[in-house]
């Protein structure tokens, strides 16, 4: 189906809703564009508010066709925190053997999202996923494929542990403490996008600061980021279960991704029968401004293929 035409006016956003989703579990979201249009579900990466999610970027998809619908994951922004102990020996042991106790796990956050569907009324979304949020769509395709019109995973991977590494230099950062405070979480973030932002699309320093201040006044939780590494670490190999998929889909992965390495998107394509890959040259593990275009023009041409 080729995208409606749009009026130039940016796509109506809604308010910030809430949605219960399962035992003190609630889910903030937001909608953009005309309910009658084709859904699409934007599932966000570790620790990342739905705000990550550029609005610019979601009116993009708006535009070309789509009922938009962005979300806090659990643990995140402003949904719901979960009272479970997180220790970090787990996160060190999870990381070395990919198994360890966990209070949730990559089932339970894909559960989430199909809850979050039933709560809109809807059959049935396109979805659009990025690092973990990758993987919460792949989990959501095999395990409710009903519930999927297309499946985008943008710089992810299929949970197999020889693919989609993390660089070495990033692992002392990824399970060091995280020192309370706006000022310290800012200069962290920063830290962090510094080493695994895109190269070839370098963001502005000052657009990095207020939107990692916003994060924070929005809510982080370092707890909740540990519960979600946990799901991460110790989350199945989905190669089996991705090859049996009957759904467009498309992977984006950036060449320079120093946090999930090109070969998750690379295993992750050729698991799909059909699946498209698109890999970018100098792209990290980010979104830059200046891929919208290419990343709602693929998004479009793969939801069209479900018609």
């Known amino acids: 189906m080729a995208a409606p035409h749009r009026d130039p006016q940016p796509p ?17 979201y937001q909608t953009f564009g005309d309910a009658d249009d084709e859904p699409l579900l934007l599932v966000m990466g570790l620790s990342g508010p739905m705000t990550w999610w550029d609005q610019a970027f979601c009116e993009r998809l708006a535009a070309a066709g789509f009922h938009v ?10 949904s719901s925190r979960i009272a479970a102990p997180a220790r970090p020996d787990q996160l060190v042991k999870a990381f070395a053997t990919g198994r360890a106790s966990r209070p949730y796990s990559m089932s339970d956050l894909a559960g989430d999202a199909v809850a979050l569907l039933d709560h809109l009324g809807l059959e049935a979304a396109h979805l659009v996923g990025v690092s973990m949020g990758g993987m919460i769509a792949q989990t959501v395709a095999v395990e409710h494929p009903t519930r999927v019109r297309s499946l985008t995973s943008i710089s992810s991977t ?14 002392p950062r990824l399970i060091a403490p995280r020192k309370a405070g706006r000022d310290a979480y800012v200069e962290t973030s920063l830290a962090m996008w510094s080493l695994i932002g895109s190269a070839a699309y370098p963001s502005d320093p000052d657009a990095l600061r207020t939107r990692a201040e916003a994060t924070f006044d929005r809510g ?6 540990v519960r979600q590494m946990l799901a991460i670490l110790t989350q199945d190999d989905r190669t089996p279960r991705l090859r049996s998929l009957r759904v467009p889909a498309l992977v984006i992965h950036g060449t320079a991704d120093k946090m999930v390495h090109v070969s998750g998107g690379r295993s992750t394509a050729a698991a799909i029968p059909g699946a498209e890959l698109v890999t970018i040259d100098g792209m990290g593990h980010d979104l830059p401004p200046e891929l919208f275009g290419t990343f709602v023009e693929a998004i479009r041409r793969t939801a069209d293929r479900a018609s």
């Open 69 to 78: 619908v962005r979300y806090d994951n659990r643990d995140t922004g402003r």
């Open 158 to 171: 299929t949970g197999k542990r020889t693919v989609g590494w993390q660089h070495p230099s990033l692992l």
């Open 220 to 225: 982080v939780s370092a707890s909740g980021a």
């Open 12 to 28: 109506v956003a809604s308010d910030e809703l809430r949605a219960p989703v399962g035992i003190d579990v609630e889910l903030c």
